[in-house]
């Protein structure tokens, strides 16, 4: 079933998209040039009811920190959130279009959309836009048709369902303990759990991450966000 | 890629009344990675004299290594312990032999010296010393330290009050760099003793 916007027509406009590589921030590091960066740890995961996504809150900029407080989670519907990472100017960009495109076709469909559709959507700007893009999103949400889903679109733009996803360059550091502690049908606490710890696991490991851990419950009856600040993130093994 | 900023570290040392402070942080990392946060980057040279390296950690290690050589065979020499002024002249000249292939590493020097006077200094890569009398920062976040310590820093305060002002300018400049961090140490050197604590830091 296709919806009633044509694909080329969107094609059209998405092609447009100029990498939107942001001006140098005023940055204190000699790299003035860098281009400002969610090097980050992101994470969603699907239960029986709904999704629980999270983030690190760290921007850098080379090695200066630009922004520590961050909120890679960004609202596309009212049930359907995306988390960043890569380029903050591109995912911001790119986040932007998206959330604009799915309310028109909301309009047009009647109803909320698919969290499939807006993957769609995040799935045809990412990969046309390949070359000059550098942006790794998961996008997910809550359906009444679904239920919870959770979608991956790395670097390339693939686009691929998942139980859970984890992304970002902190993400490399605890794919090993996110293997061995997901389970299937995870209660929401437990989910919580998960997702905070694997978290703060991967902010202890890469620099690139850092922050408070952000994160966002979101059911049928809507979104619920948290926030744990620095000193409240677990901590484990920090040597002697 | 800057190979200074290939480890990170963040390394500063407050002059205060008849007493010197040095902090550094405790990560050891590989560019992104964190691979240790207990890593030693301020060695002791004497009863009252300290020197913070920051830098490429191998270099760290191997300059302070080569200064504990250099040191002991002054003492063995010379009979008696190393004044703060000299000691920066030694690291100046072990830096500048190496001139055009140096080691990637800044040294950070506090220490008291003999007549009780607190001395603190610094040196660039290939040996430029650089003596201001209030503070001196080395590492990936010596900006962030700066105005750390511009901002915080009044001369002429006593033992714990030099190591809260120090500890603070410390603490929130890692704060704002990637690469240091993961913990924070500091010693506070008197005439008659040194006193080292570790903070907790954010670990992030």
């Known amino acids: 079933t296709q919806s009633s916007w044509t694909l080329s027509g969107l094609e059209n406009i998405a092609s447009m998209v100029v990498d939107a590589i942001s001006a140098p921030p005023a940055g204190l590091t000699q790299d003035f040039n860098q281009e400002v960066l969610t090097g980050t740890t992101i994470m969603a995961v699907a239960f029986d009811g709904g999704v629980i996504i999270g983030a690190d809150s760290r921007t850098s900029s080379g090695s200066y920190v630009a922004n520590r407080v961050t ?6 519907n009212d049930t359907i959130f995306c988390c960043r990472s890569g380029s903050a100017a591109d995912t911001q960009a790119i986040a932007d279009y998206v959330k604009y495109y799915l309310s028109m076709h909301a309009v ?3 109803e909320q959309p698919e969290v499939r559709t807006a993957a769609s959507i995040f799935q045809q700007l990412c990969y046309n836009n390949r070359d000059n893009l ?5 996008c997910a949400g809550w359906d009444k048709v679904n239920g919870g889903s959770v979608y991956t679109i790395p670097l390339g733009g693939m686009c691929v369902k998942q139980p859970f996803s984890i992304g970002g360059s902190g993400s490399t550091y605890v794919y090993g303990f996110c293997d061995a502690n997901y389970k299937e049908k995870m209660s929401r606490e437990e989910c919580e759990r998960f997702v905070k710890h694997a978290i703060a696991l991967a902010i202890a490991r890469d620099g690139s991450s850092g922050g408070v851990i952000r994160m966002a419950i979101i059911d049928k009856s809507g979104v619920e966000r948290k926030v744990t600040l620095g000193n409240e993130v677990p901590r484990f093994y920090e040597g002697n | 890629m800057s190979i200074m900023s290939y480890n990170g570290a963040a390394i500063v040392a407050m002059a205060g009344k008849d007493c010197v402070a040095i902090a550094s942080d405790r990560r050891f990392g590989v560019q992104a990675q964190t691979v240790s946060m207990d890593f030693q980057k301020i060695f002791p040279m004497g009863e009252r004299l300290m020197v913070g390296l920051a830098g490429l950690a191998t ?21 008696r312990d190393i004044e703060p002024v000299t000691f920066m002249h030694m690291i100046s000249n072990l830096l500048y032999e190496k001139r055009f292939g140096p080691y990637f590493c800044e040294p ?14 610094s040196t660039d890569l290939i040996g430029c010393p650089m003596t201001p009398g209030n503070f001196v920062v080395a590492g990936t976040c010596s900006e962030q330290l700066y105005g750390m310590c511009e901002a915080l820093y009044v001369p002429d305060l006593g033992p714990e009050d030099l190591f809260e002002t120090i500890s603070q300018s410390l603490l929130n400049a890692q704060d704002r760099d990637a690469l240091a961090g993961w913990g924070a140490v500091v010693h506070v050197i008197t005439k008659d003793q040194v006193i080292t604590r570790t903070l907790k830091s954010r670990m992030d």
């Open chain 1, 134 to 138: 550098m942006a790794g999103i998961i």
């Open chain 1, 71 to 76: 909120d890679k989670l960004t609202q596309i």
């Open chain 1, 108 to 110: 047009e469909l009647g």
């Open chain 2, 59 to 79: 270099d760290v290690q191997t300059v302070s290594e080569r200064l504990r050589f250099k040191m002991n065979m002054y003492k063995l020499r010379e009979e």
């Open chain 2, 108 to 121: 950070v020097i506090a220490g008291i010296d003999k007549h009780g006077k607190p001395f603190i200094s």
